[in-house]
């Protein structure tokens, strides 16, 4: 007997090209951002230290560690690898926390996923929030897809 997900679970479930496109589309924005910040490390240094949120003992780590994990993600999503949409979605998480702190008043995080935009006035923080919303929301249709799929192998 050949279990499948319910008629209405597989009707949701993300198709697959939909999902190697999707995948292959996030996996180049966090790899361009991933190493944008790595080659101006300098620079972003500057901003995560004019961000205010973090210990002045914890900004070179992060500064390494955040561009990395970006990297280590993205070719996780293009190679479709175990964990990188997790991991794409955790990173997403932070820089809409910072993004959400950047709108309260008083406050200039210039901070935010994509680094050529380092400089952000404060008017358009909210439309960045916006444009990370979208990529949070596709990385999490990819997720339910991830799902989808593992429950299917398993099930058959």
Do not use: H
Request: net charge positive; hydrophobic share 55%; glycine share 8%.
């Amino acid at each position: 007997m050949r279990l499948t997900l319910p008629s209405i679970r597989r009707d949701l479930l993300p198709s697959t090209g939909v999902c190697l496109l999707a995948r292959i589309f996030t996996g180049i924005i966090f790899l361009w951002t991933g190493g944008v910040r790595l080659v101006e490390i300098g620079a972003f240094i500057k901003i995560l230290s004019s961000c205010s949120l973090l210990p002045d003992a914890l900004i070179l780590p992060v500064a390494i560690g955040l561009p990395v994990a970006q990297l280590v993600a993205g070719v996780g999503l293009v190679f479709d690898l175990r964990g990188s949409v997790k991991v794409s979605c955790c990173v997403l998480l932070m820089s809409l926390a910072v993004l959400a702190y950047g709108i309260l008043p008083n406050v200039n995080p210039d901070c935010s996923f994509f680094p050529a935009e380092p400089m952000f006035p404060q008017k358009s923080l909210p439309l960045a929030l916006l444009r990370d919303v979208g990529l949070l929301a596709v990385m999490l249709y990819l997720l339910m897809g991830e799902r989808g799929r593992r429950q299917t192998w398993r099930w058959q």
